[in-house]
């Protein structure tokens, strides 16, 4: 039988040489241990006069937990004389043993007895586990309480430093360009006939400008109302801010007089509050108050590549008083005058058509080579499964990388010298460094699991795909069902962003592109403790050019006029709107309102012949409009 393989690891310092912890006679009693159970040793590490405090100056504990990142010796255990041989550090414990743990290694502490492979050393590992985790949460309540701290004394806390201002040797100071340009703001937007785009529009009809990334761009909604909304312009500074607006359990917002200089008085910044409110309280009552526009963002400016945002048409019909249909669109913003106008492109897409050229997309994708492919590459075949472990090990040696980083970032803190004038700064530095690092270490963490699960079900033949077949198959009848809030939803789960043409070609294509995003989920049993049920394992990511697809029903679609040039083109007759509408109406085709329709019997309204009737139909069905199985019927008679 095969003999398992271990390494040996022995450290001592030279206050303990006195304590009977002598190197020989720890790896004798190593070597004795690995001869009683039958180890055979595979490699001998040995870190002599070195503290056990850190990772940090013991070279053979890492070279140790390189070898094991790298499966150097394929060993299944560590043995070590004591645990503080391993090291003195609970966190730093831990996070080596989570590392033995990932390769299915168990330590060993011969003196202590404790065997990570028995319920017993589990036990002993877990309350290190409780112990790292408490030691980690002092350090975070620490850094927060000394940022606390410095928002009651009035000071800035960090983050992107506001408009405005500048930073000079830890304190904020005026930036005078930018200040003028902050009073105008409340100035023009006080003036009585004044409103947020009003402003905008003022600012860069006048030339204004401001610096954003280093780039000159003109202002917009968004800047201005952040500059009208943030109370430190007039001196305050309010901490929670954010966290308190709409959240269901909000903190207590801490509202404090910062000791910066304030660019606007109180007085200036609270009137622009008020009619901020007034304003909001008299916008007008939407047409359909539960109407959202399902693809607003996703679909992209051919020109600029911003999103497009809902445009509405309400046009008032001066012969019989109130309004048309209103009609809605999709166009960009950048070429809106409240955004600078920073974009030329003025063309507009109807969205009711768009909106049903794309969902019939949607309920196509699953018969195409480019999501069979892209389902293929994430979820993996029998092959793949050798690649899912490639990427594991780098991970677990990456995880291992970022471990030392963060002990090294932990023994500069613990050596920062309290009286330094300094202090504060490179505390805060530091610990900034710690956050990030743990942050990274984190992210390891969940792409491990993740992958773990994803083997697992790669090894078990199991494939979330099929889920998601089932949805999209039967889409029609799930979107039927929907609101608009939750089509909307289902839109933005599937789909990433939506390109299209600048002009409607001679084929009468609007979609260009459009890049789909499926999440995948590996743990279909349920998600595990304390995961995120929202968040998928995997995201299949691919792009699908509309141009090789058959055009759908929506996007050639005809109008009035393209049917009158067919009908007359092909079988030269003249037709009018009249009978184009009532042969789509006879057809089962969906109308808006007949605004000029007569009242019954007041007037005698002409019949559609059955020859242009024919000639509409033919259009109708080369447009796609109606089945091409659809066949001439006489009406009943009135």
């Not at 006679?25 to 070597?31: E, M, S, W």
């Not at 309480?145 to 983050?159: C, I, R």
């Amino acid at each position: 039988m095969k003999r398992k393989k271990c390494y040996i690891y022995t450290r001592v310092s030279t206050a303990a040489q006195t304590e009977g912890y002598s190197l020989d006679a720890q790896q004798k009693r190593l070597k004795d241990f690995a001869e009683y159970k039958g180890l055979e040793i595979a490699g001998e590490y040995c870190d002599a006069g070195k503290s056990g405090h850190s990772i940090k100056g013991r070279p053979a504990f890492m070279e140790m937990m390189d070898d094991i990142t790298s499966g150097k010796d394929d060993i299944s255990f560590v043995l070590v004389f004591k645990l503080s041989r391993f090291g003195r550090n609970a966190a730093d414990v831990l996070k080596s043993m989570q590392t033995l743990m990932d390769y299915d290694i168990d330590l060993i502490c011969v003196e202590d007895s404790i065997d990570s492979s028995t319920q017993g050393g589990r036990l002993t590992l877990a309350i290190l586990s409780a112990v790292s985790e408490i030691e980690r949460e002092n350090i975070r309540i620490q850094f927060m309480s000394g940022k606390m701290q410095k928002v009651l004394k009035g000071g800035w806390a960090g983050g992107p430093i506001p408009y405005g201002y500048r930073s000079r040797e830890g304190e904020l100071v005026i930036e005078p360009s930018e200040a003028e340009v902050i009073r105008l703001i409340y100035e023009k937007y006080l003036e009585p006939p004044m409103k947020l785009n009003s402003v905008v529009r003022w600012l860069n009809s006048h030339g204004y400008q401001r610096i954003s990334q280093g780039t000159i761009r003109p202002f917009n909604s968004d800047f201005v109302s952040r500059i009208l909304n943030n109370p430190f312009y007039c001196g305050k500074i309010v901490y929670y801010r954010r966290a308190n607006k709409g959240s269901p359990d909000p903190k207590q917002e801490i509202v404090v007089q910062g000791k910066h200089e304030a660019i606007v008085t109180e007085k200036i910044w609270e009137q622009a509050q008020e009619k901020r409110e007034q304003l909001a309280r008299v916008k007008g009552k939407r047409d359909e108050e539960d109407r959202i526009s399902l693809l607003s963002g996703l679909v992209k400016c051919p020109v600029c590549g911003g999103g497009l945002i809902s445009k509405k048409n309400k046009s008032l019909n001066h012969n019989y008083g109130g309004y048309y249909k209103t009609v809605y669109s999709y166009g960009c913003r950048n070429y809106r005058t409240s955004e600078g106008r920073v974009c030329s492109f003025c063309h507009t897409y109807n969205q009711e058509r768009l909106d049903a050229a794309v969902m019939e997309v949607i309920q196509k994708v699953t018969g195409t080579e480019e999501f069979r492919t892209a389902f293929a590459r994430t979820v993996g075949n029998q092959m793949s499964e050798e690649a899912v472990e490639t990427q594991l090990k780098m991970l677990r040696k990456e995880m291992h990388h970022q471990e030392h980083v963060k002990y090294k970032l932990g023994m500069e803190l613990d050596h920062l010298d309290v009286l330094a004038e300094s202090y504060d700064q490179q505390y805060e530095k530091l610990q900034a460094e710690v956050d990030a690092a743990y942050d990274r270490i984190g992210r390891i963490e969940d792409k491990i699991e993740k992958l773990k699960r994803k083997l697992l079900r790669m090894k078990q033949g199991i494939h979330s795909s099929d889920n998601i077949c089932l949805i999209l198959d039967h889409f029609d009848r799930l979107y039927e069902k929907m609101n608009y809030e939750e089509r909307r939803t289902l839109c933005r789960q599937f789909i990433q962003r939506i390109e299209v043409f600048p002009e409607k070609g001679d084929d009468k294509r609007i979609l260009k592109s459009i890049t789909f995003r499926f999440p995948v989920y590996f743990d279909l049993g349920g998600n595990q403790e304390g995961d995120d049920e929202d968040t998928p394992d995997e995201m299949v990511v691919f792009t699908l050019d509309c141009s090789r697809l058959p055009i759908t029903a929506a996007e050639s679609k005809a109008t009035y006029a393209e049917i009158k040039a067919h009908v007359l083109r092909i079988h030269g007759l003249k037709v009018s709107s009249l009978y184009i509408a009532q042969v789509k109406r006879k057809y089962g085709i969906e109308m808006g309102t007949a605004y000029n329709k007569p009242e019954k019997n007041k007037n005698h309204i002409p019949r559609c012949p059955k020859e242009k009737e024919l000639a509409i139909l033919d259009a109708l069905k080369t447009y796609r409009m109606i089945p091409e199985s659809t066949e001439y019927f006489e009406e009943a008679a009135e």
